[in-house]
T-cell receptor
Framework: AQTVTQSQPEMSVQEAETVTLSCTYDTSESDYYLFWYKQPPSRQMILVIR??????QNATENRFSVNFQKAAKSFSLKISDSQLGDAAMYFC????????????FGTGTLLAVQP | GAVVSQHPSRVICKSGTSVKIECRSLDFQATTMFWYRQFPKQSLMLMAT?????????EQGVEKDKFLINHASLTLSTLTVTSAHPEDSSFYIC???????????FGSGTRLTVV
Protein backbone atom coordinates (compact mmCIF):
# COMPACT_ATOMS: atom_id res chain seq x y z
CA ALA A 1 0.00 0.00 0.00
CA GLN A 2 1.09 3.50 -0.71
CA THR A 3 2.07 5.78 2.14
CA VAL A 4 2.92 9.46 2.39
CA THR A 5 5.15 10.81 5.15
CA GLN A 6 5.62 14.39 6.26
CA SER A 7 8.27 14.45 8.95
CA GLN A 8 7.85 18.10 9.95
CA PRO A 9 4.72 18.63 12.06
CA GLU A 10 5.42 22.37 12.31
CA MET A 11 7.63 24.86 10.52
CA SER A 12 8.19 28.57 10.88
CA VAL A 13 9.55 31.11 8.41
CA GLN A 14 10.14 34.84 8.42
CA GLU A 15 8.14 36.91 6.00
CA ALA A 16 9.96 37.27 2.64
CA GLU A 17 12.21 34.30 3.40
CA THR A 18 12.21 30.86 1.81
CA VAL A 19 11.04 27.64 3.42
CA THR A 20 11.07 24.03 2.29
CA LEU A 21 8.53 21.45 3.40
CA SER A 22 9.50 17.79 3.16
CA CYS A 23 7.49 14.86 1.87
CA THR A 24 8.43 11.29 1.13
CA TYR A 25 6.25 8.53 -0.20
CA ASP A 26 6.33 4.84 -0.78
CA THR A 27 4.91 3.13 -3.84
CA SER A 28 5.62 0.33 -6.23
CA GLU A 29 3.88 2.11 -9.09
CA SER A 30 5.78 3.89 -11.83
CA ASP A 31 2.96 6.16 -12.95
CA TYR A 32 1.36 8.44 -10.38
CA TYR A 33 0.68 12.03 -9.39
CA LEU A 34 1.83 14.06 -6.43
CA PHE A 35 0.20 17.14 -4.96
CA TRP A 36 0.66 19.79 -2.34
CA TYR A 37 -2.52 21.15 -0.82
CA LYS A 38 -2.89 24.13 1.48
CA GLN A 39 -5.53 24.21 4.21
CA PRO A 40 -5.87 27.67 5.81
CA PRO A 41 -7.89 28.24 9.00
CA SER A 42 -11.07 28.27 6.90
CA ARG A 43 -10.28 24.59 6.25
CA GLN A 44 -10.93 24.92 2.53
CA MET A 45 -8.49 22.66 0.69
CA ILE A 46 -6.58 24.58 -1.97
CA LEU A 47 -4.38 22.99 -4.61
CA VAL A 48 -0.91 24.51 -4.49
CA ILE A 49 0.97 22.46 -7.05
CA ARG A 50 0.82 19.18 -8.93
CA UNK A 51 3.53 16.93 -10.36
CA UNK A 52 3.19 14.05 -12.79
CA UNK A 53 5.69 11.30 -12.04
CA UNK A 54 6.57 10.80 -15.69
CA UNK A 55 7.76 14.38 -15.97
CA UNK A 56 11.35 14.97 -14.96
CA GLN A 57 10.95 18.71 -14.84
CA ASN A 58 9.98 20.07 -11.46
CA ALA A 59 6.63 21.83 -11.34
CA THR A 60 6.48 25.52 -10.46
CA GLU A 61 3.61 27.88 -9.69
CA ASN A 62 4.74 31.43 -9.07
CA ARG A 63 6.42 31.41 -5.63
CA PHE A 64 5.86 27.69 -5.17
CA SER A 65 8.12 25.02 -6.62
CA VAL A 66 8.84 21.39 -5.95
CA ASN A 67 11.95 19.25 -5.86
CA PHE A 68 10.79 15.91 -7.20
CA GLN A 69 13.28 13.10 -6.76
CA LYS A 70 11.60 10.00 -8.17
CA ALA A 71 14.32 7.51 -7.30
CA ALA A 72 14.43 8.76 -3.72
CA LYS A 73 10.63 9.03 -3.59
CA SER A 74 10.90 12.55 -2.32
CA PHE A 75 8.65 15.50 -3.14
CA SER A 76 9.50 18.68 -1.25
CA LEU A 77 7.76 22.04 -1.57
CA LYS A 78 9.69 25.28 -1.63
CA ILE A 79 7.90 28.52 -0.86
CA SER A 80 9.86 31.60 -1.85
CA ASP A 81 9.26 35.15 -0.62
CA SER A 82 6.93 33.85 2.08
CA GLN A 83 3.85 35.93 2.79
CA LEU A 84 1.60 36.11 5.82
CA GLY A 85 -1.15 34.52 3.76
CA ASP A 86 0.96 31.43 3.28
CA ALA A 87 0.39 30.47 6.90
CA ALA A 88 -1.62 27.27 6.81
CA MET A 89 -1.49 23.51 7.10
CA TYR A 90 0.19 21.95 4.07
CA PHE A 91 -0.58 18.42 2.99
CA CYS A 92 1.40 16.31 0.58
CA UNK A 93 -0.78 13.84 -1.34
CA UNK A 94 -0.34 10.89 -3.67
CA UNK A 95 -2.64 9.61 -6.38
CA UNK A 96 -1.89 6.29 -8.04
CA UNK A 97 -2.01 5.80 -11.76
CA UNK A 98 -4.81 3.25 -11.60
CA UNK A 99 -8.52 3.74 -11.96
CA UNK A 100 -9.36 4.40 -8.33
CA UNK A 101 -8.25 8.04 -8.24
CA UNK A 102 -7.92 7.96 -4.46
CA UNK A 103 -5.81 10.60 -2.83
CA UNK A 104 -3.57 9.51 0.02
CA PHE A 105 -2.56 12.34 2.32
CA GLY A 106 0.41 12.86 4.53
CA THR A 107 -0.04 13.99 8.13
CA GLY A 108 0.53 17.63 7.29
CA THR A 109 2.94 20.42 8.19
CA LEU A 110 1.67 23.50 9.98
CA LEU A 111 3.48 26.52 8.58
CA ALA A 112 3.70 29.73 10.57
CA VAL A 113 4.89 32.94 8.91
CA GLN A 114 6.47 35.50 11.23
CA PRO A 115 6.16 39.19 10.33
CA GLY B 1 -13.28 27.12 -12.40
CA ALA B 2 -14.79 23.88 -11.18
CA VAL B 3 -16.67 24.25 -7.91
CA VAL B 4 -17.92 21.72 -5.41
CA SER B 5 -20.58 23.08 -3.09
CA GLN B 6 -21.03 21.42 0.29
CA HIS B 7 -23.85 22.02 2.75
CA PRO B 8 -24.37 22.57 5.57
CA SER B 9 -21.13 24.17 6.71
CA ARG B 10 -21.99 23.52 10.33
CA VAL B 11 -24.53 21.33 12.03
CA ILE B 12 -25.26 20.46 15.62
CA CYS B 13 -27.46 17.47 16.29
CA LYS B 14 -28.59 15.45 19.23
CA SER B 15 -27.18 12.04 19.91
CA GLY B 16 -29.22 9.35 18.20
CA THR B 17 -30.45 11.49 15.34
CA SER B 18 -29.35 11.41 11.70
CA VAL B 19 -27.67 14.15 9.73
CA LYS B 20 -27.40 14.53 5.97
CA ILE B 21 -24.54 16.34 4.26
CA GLU B 22 -24.82 17.31 0.59
CA CYS B 23 -22.09 17.74 -1.95
CA ARG B 24 -22.87 19.21 -5.38
CA SER B 25 -20.71 19.73 -8.41
CA LEU B 26 -21.88 23.08 -9.75
CA ASP B 27 -20.43 23.29 -13.25
CA PHE B 28 -19.35 19.79 -14.10
CA GLN B 29 -20.55 16.23 -13.87
CA ALA B 30 -18.98 14.06 -11.22
CA THR B 31 -19.36 10.33 -11.71
CA THR B 32 -17.19 9.85 -8.66
CA MET B 33 -17.01 11.80 -5.42
CA PHE B 34 -14.90 11.17 -2.37
CA TRP B 35 -15.82 11.64 1.28
CA TYR B 36 -13.17 12.42 3.88
CA ARG B 37 -13.17 12.85 7.62
CA GLN B 38 -10.73 15.11 9.41
CA PHE B 39 -10.18 15.28 13.15
CA PRO B 40 -8.67 18.45 14.65
CA LYS B 41 -5.06 18.98 13.67
CA GLN B 42 -5.01 15.72 11.76
CA SER B 43 -4.94 14.70 8.14
CA LEU B 44 -7.82 13.83 5.85
CA MET B 45 -8.86 10.22 6.01
CA LEU B 46 -10.76 8.80 3.06
CA MET B 47 -14.01 7.26 4.21
CA ALA B 48 -15.59 6.18 0.96
CA THR B 49 -15.74 6.61 -2.77
CA UNK B 50 -19.16 7.50 -4.08
CA UNK B 51 -20.07 6.29 -7.57
CA UNK B 52 -23.04 7.64 -9.50
CA UNK B 53 -25.69 5.00 -9.95
CA UNK B 54 -23.95 2.30 -7.96
CA UNK B 55 -22.95 1.42 -4.42
CA UNK B 56 -20.25 3.35 -2.67
CA UNK B 57 -16.91 1.77 -1.91
CA UNK B 58 -15.99 2.10 1.75
CA GLU B 59 -12.52 2.12 3.21
CA GLN B 60 -11.55 -0.49 5.72
CA GLY B 61 -12.89 0.25 9.17
CA VAL B 62 -15.67 2.59 8.01
CA GLU B 63 -19.13 1.45 9.02
CA LYS B 64 -21.26 1.49 5.90
CA ASP B 65 -24.48 1.24 7.91
CA LYS B 66 -23.56 4.32 9.91
CA PHE B 67 -22.28 6.43 7.04
CA LEU B 68 -24.80 6.07 4.24
CA ILE B 69 -23.73 7.43 0.88
CA ASN B 70 -26.06 8.11 -2.02
CA HIS B 71 -24.92 9.32 -5.43
CA ALA B 72 -28.17 9.42 -7.35
CA SER B 73 -27.18 11.97 -9.97
CA LEU B 74 -24.06 13.19 -11.73
CA THR B 75 -24.03 16.36 -9.65
CA LEU B 76 -25.10 15.29 -6.18
CA SER B 77 -23.70 12.98 -3.55
CA THR B 78 -24.98 12.81 0.01
CA LEU B 79 -23.49 11.45 3.22
CA THR B 80 -25.93 10.58 5.99
CA VAL B 81 -24.57 9.98 9.45
CA THR B 82 -27.14 7.72 11.05
CA SER B 83 -27.77 7.45 14.78
CA ALA B 84 -25.03 9.97 15.41
CA HIS B 85 -22.99 9.82 18.59
CA PRO B 86 -20.52 12.31 20.07
CA GLU B 87 -17.59 10.32 18.67
CA ASP B 88 -18.93 11.06 15.17
CA SER B 89 -18.25 14.74 15.76
CA SER B 90 -15.71 15.72 13.14
CA PHE B 91 -15.07 17.72 10.00
CA TYR B 92 -16.36 16.03 6.84
CA ILE B 93 -15.12 17.04 3.38
CA CYS B 94 -16.14 15.90 -0.07
CA UNK B 95 -14.17 16.14 -3.28
CA UNK B 96 -14.50 15.40 -6.97
CA UNK B 97 -12.34 15.45 -10.05
CA UNK B 98 -13.66 17.82 -12.74
CA UNK B 99 -11.10 16.63 -15.24
CA UNK B 100 -7.44 15.78 -15.61
CA UNK B 101 -6.47 19.43 -15.96
CA UNK B 102 -8.03 20.48 -12.67
CA UNK B 103 -7.02 17.80 -10.23
CA UNK B 104 -9.22 17.39 -7.22
CA UNK B 105 -11.71 20.03 -6.15
CA PHE B 106 -12.87 20.05 -2.54
CA GLY B 107 -16.03 21.21 -0.88
CA SER B 108 -15.74 23.70 1.95
CA GLY B 109 -16.45 21.04 4.55
CA THR B 110 -19.06 20.38 7.21
CA ARG B 111 -18.35 20.64 10.91
CA LEU B 112 -20.56 18.13 12.67
CA THR B 113 -21.07 18.37 16.41
CA VAL B 114 -23.12 15.70 18.14
CA VAL B 115 -24.35 16.63 21.61
Amino acid sequence: AQTVTQSQPEMSVQEAETVTLSCTYDTSESDYYLFWYKQPPSRQMILVIRQEAYKQQNATENRFSVNFQKAAKSFSLKISDSQLGDAAMYFCAYEGGGATNKLIFGTGTLLAVQP
Amino acid sequence: GAVVSQHPSRVICKSGTSVKIECRSLDFQATTMFWYRQFPKQSLMLMATSNEGSKATYEQGVEKDKFLINHASLTLSTLTVTSAHPEDSSFYICSAVPGSLYGYTFGSGTRLTVV
